[in-house]
């Protein structure tokens, strides 16, 4: 039932300890993209994206201080194949808003896809557990 070139979004959870994999947890079907922006807040208390946390000079403590918003674009596949519907085949996965993304969304081309309904689902999330482990 899902168009081609598209795959299931699933939830694993990696044990730091050994770096096994628990059992996979699907989450949604037929999803052919997905892009995740975090906002930050470097101190002056305005929100601005940016997708390079692995900047190495970056440190954990930094991550936990100015990460304040996580944005989560997933685009998925609404429905099944229509020959009489003709979707665009260009969608742009990020913010409708470029202020919001700052343009860190991208354009992606479903190709032949076209006969498909598109949804782009926006998961936005606050993270609150994010403070210094004290050992």
């Known amino acids: 039932m ?5 795959g299931v979004l699933v939830k694993s959870i990696i044990n730091q300890s050994d770096g096994r994999r628990s059992d996979v947890l699907p989450l949604l079907d037929c999803v052919a993209d997905m892009k995740v922006i975090f906002m930050l807040d470097s101190g ?10 692995m900047n190495p000079y970056m440190t954990a403590q930094q991550i936990r201080q100015q990460v304040k918003e996580v944005r989560v674009y997933i685009l998925a596949q609404e429905g099944q ?5 003709t979707s665009k085949s ?6 409708s808003d470029p202020n919001m993304d700052n343009l860190e ?7 032949a896809n076209v006969h498909y309904r598109w949804k782009l689902y926006t998961i936005v999330v606050q993270p609150k557990n994010m403070k210094q482990r004290l050992s």
Do not use: E
Not at 2 to 6: E, G, K, Q, R, V
Not at 44 to 53: E, I, W
Not at 105 to 111: L, P
């Open 44 to 53: 002056n208390g305005v929100l601005a994206p940016s997708d390079n946390l």
């Open 81 to 85: 194949y229509d020959k009489t519907y």
């Open 2 to 6: 899902c168009a081609p070139n598209t």
């Open 90 to 95: 260009i969608i742009y996965v990020g913010d």
């Open 105 to 111: 969304g991208h354009n992606f081309n479903i190709g």
